[in-house]
């Protein structure tokens, strides 16, 4: 790598660092969740019926179905889901939002949303803002992620 890469891949790794860790403290000290939680609930409110397939969910997590397990078990234990076989094939296992899940979501989003548009988005110009993404999803897209979502 030239010096120019170096400091590109130095800025984003401190990125894929920092950015994560601050935003998992933000949602422990407020509202009592990993930011793994607080996406997976994410990704549950925004899914059809809202419910996923665990394959799926772990899929989305660039982890490993025993990881994302463990997760959705502490969900399942505070009642913001639950996890249920699909009757066609026993092997699927679907989790879907509870109520108390929603309730959940929409208490911690506004602090996250909060700290995000404080310490990113007011940061930037809009076209600075659409270059990120542009940006970002090109880069995921380069290391295997088709729709440029994000991993939780």
Do not use: Y
Not at 8 to 30: C, D, F, K, N, T
């Amino acid at each position: 790598m030239d010096a120019q890469e170096q400091d590109a891949w130095l800025a984003l790794a401190a990125m894929l660092s920092v950015v994560p860790a601050a935003l998992e403290q933000q949602l422990q000290r407020h509202d009592r969740l990993s930011l793994v939680e607080f996406l997976a609930l994410s990704m549950l409110a925004d899914s059809a019926g809202h419910q996923v397939r665990m394959s799926d969910l772990a899929e989305a997590a660039s982890s490993t179905p025993s990881r994302i397990s463990r997760v959705v078990a502490g969900l399942e234990s505070e009642g913001f889901v639950t996890r249920s076989m699909d009757p066609k094939d026993r092997r699927v296992v679907h989790v879907t939002l509870l109520p108390k899940g929603s309730a959940k979501l929409r208490e911690a989003a506004p602090g996250h949303a909060r700290m995000l548009r404080s310490r990113l988005f007011d940061r930037l110009t809009e076209a600075q803002l659409k270059g990120l993404v542009d940006v970002l999803q090109d880069i995921t897209g380069a290391f295997g992620s088709t729709d440029g979502s994000p991993s939780l």
